[in-house]
């Protein structure tokens, strides 16, 4: 079993930057593939990125391809979500979530995963 703590949101100005953090515990957090998913108010939840455990394979949604980048470092159990050039419509609630399994890819939907974050809100202003 594995916890999930985000934290790094926060209000910024369109254009500016933020880089999410998803601190997890446990030993064998290189062993879970993990993603970020966000949720704005009044719309699904939708996946913005992902990564195997190993890093070599990553994910990314059209709407933040170019912008985001997810990136991971085993030996601190943490995967981060930097993300550039913001917009008023990145506005959401970010969760990270992780996923147990020894299959080296990266994994889109929100039902692939069993263990999710409390989220962390991010506020971009026009």
């Known amino acids: 079993q594995v916890q999930l703590v985000e934290s790094g949101g926060g209000l910024i100005q369109a254009g500016g930057s933020l880089r999410l953090s998803c601190a997890a515990s446990g030993r064998t957090f290189s062993s879970y593939a993990m993603g970020w998913f966000r949720q704005a108010p009044g719309k699904e939840r939708e996946s913005v990125a992902a990564i195997s455990w190993s890093g070599v394979i990553t994910y990314y949604a059209a709407s933040v391809k170019g912008r985001f980048t997810i990136s991971r470092d085993n030996t601190k159990n943490t995967v981060y979500l930097q993300m550039n050039s913001l917009k008023p419509e990145d506005t959401a609630v970010y969760s990270c979530?992780?996923?147990?399994?020894?299959?080296?890819?990266?994994?889109?939907?929100?039902?692939?995963?069993?263990?999710w974050g409390q989220g962390t809100q991010v506020t971009v202003s026009s």
């Open positions: 979530a992780a996923r147990y399994g020894y299959s080296d890819r990266a994994w889109l939907g929100s039902d692939d995963y069993a263990y």
